[in-house]
């Protein structure tokens, strides 16, 4: 989650960085303007990716690997959530429940507490059909644990819950009626080492739920870059339970800074993240995230959108 920058300065490119990660797969047409980006595959075959920035962008495409067309605004007015930034939405969730789309974003300014998640609904994910729905009641203010951006819907056996969070104490969970919190929030991850964790998503396989989450430095890499290491990197905890607790490979608590390395910098890829994971009809299980790409450069906005096929068969999601 950020605010995008729109920087295109040109940037002395980092040192090529040896990886046993696999590259992006290909991508094709616009496979920029994908910051914290969200797919979800129609039932006739169209490929929708929402993106931050531009009050929720929306791109379609034939397949995962392109090629992506810009087809406008999800709320080209912005939202109806009173708080500054409700006229640049942040990080969207996509879901389909029953024959409904729904679309949670983030309110909210870069740095502040004072943030409200909120969601849109749509009969067919196209631009010019979502309606705003306004705030789902998962708010935050200065005072309280957490931070409510970055909401993923997960979707229990009919048993909703929205994952979030970002900073401050973590990642945390609420249950909800779909479109609305329904029960008190609670933690599913901390590292009180090094609280820049964010961006969560949960994803189901086979025995587990997988616990997907960003960590470090997320953008402004053209103004100041961390050190080697600190740059965002996608981790992991699972659990056999949809509410947890959730460990890492080495049965680490998620809460007390466990989580396992999915995918970091490597060869031209830096700072990946803002991931989700899907259960692609033709691909399988796929891990979707935005990066810079070192030959190009490293402002917010040239950020790309990356997916690759993930595996499972160790019990761990290997990219």
Excluded at 113 to 142: E, Y
Excluded at 208 to 234: I, M, T, W
Excluded at 303 to 318: A, R
């Amino acid at each position: 989650m950020v605010k995008l920058s729109g920087l295109f300065g040109a940037v002395a490119l980092l040192p090529a960085l040896v990886s046993t990660y696999a590259l992006p797969e290909a991508c094709s047409g616009v496979c920029t303007n994908s910051h914290d980006p969200s797919i979800l595959r129609r039932s006739d075959g169209t490929y929708f990716r929402f993106s931050t920035g531009g009050r929720l962008a929306i791109h379609t495409a034939p397949s995962l690997a392109g090629p992506w067309t810009y087809k406008g605004a999800a709320l080209p007015g912005g939202s109806s959530i009173n708080l500054p930034g409700n006229q640049d939405l942040w990080a969207p969730d996509i879901a389909q429940v029953g024959n409904q789309y729904y679309l949670y974003y983030s309110v909210s300014t870069f740095g502040s507490q004072s943030s409200a998640i909120g969601i849109a609904r749509s009969a067919s994910m196209d631009a010019g059909t979502w309606t705003d729905l306004g705030s789902t009641n998962v708010a935050s203010s200065p005072g309280l644990p957490y931070n409510a951006i970055d909401g993923n819907l997960v979707n229990d056996n009919g048993n909703y819950f929205l994952t979030f969070g970002s900073f401050w104490n973590g990642i945390h969970r609420v249950r909800m009626t779909p479109t609305h919190q329904n029960g008190e929030a609670y933690q599913v991850a901390f590292d009180p080492g090094n609280t820049a964790i964010e961006g969560p998503t949960v994803f189901k396989n086979g025995a587990f739920y997988y616990l997907f989450f960003s960590k470090g430095s997320c953008c402004g890499y053209d103004q100041n870059r961390p050190a080697a290491g600190k740059e965002y990197k996608v981790m992991a905890c699972r659990s056999s339970s949809a509410v947890g607790p959730f460990v890492d490979r080495n049965g680490k608590s998620c809460r007390s800074g466990g989580g396992t390395t999915v995918l970091e910098s490597h060869n031209w890829v830096y700072g990946p993240g803002g991931q989700g994971v899907y259960q692609d009809p033709t691909n399988g299980p796929v891990l979707y995230y935005h990066y810079v790409d070192t030959r190009i450069g490293f402002a917010d906005g040239q950020k790309k959108f990356g997916w690759n096929k993930i595996n499972f068969s160790s019990g761990w999601p290997v990219v």
